[in-house]
């Protein structure tokens, strides 16, 4: 099993950066994750491309 990823995200309500861990053994996923400083909601949608570099897309749950 691969390890998990670090990638920095920006928190769409706070704008802090963060650092999250991704799985790079499920090529699509989406899921909610609090931000670390306001606690706030993100969805997060990553999509591992052939050479299981993770793109990561971070928004407002409520968008």
Not at 48 to 59: G, I, K, S, Y
Request: net charge negative; with cysteine; proline share 8%.
């Amino acid at each position: 099993m691969p390890a998990l990823d670090s990638v920095l995200i920006q928190c769409p309500y706070c704008w802090e950066t963060l650092e999250i861990s991704v799985d790079p053994s499920v090529a699509e996923q989406e899921y909610v994750e609090d931000c670390q400083v306001c606690c706030q909601p993100i969805l997060l949608r990553v999509v591992f491309d052939d050479n299981l570099t993770p793109q990561v897309e971070a928004r407002a749950e409520n968008e």
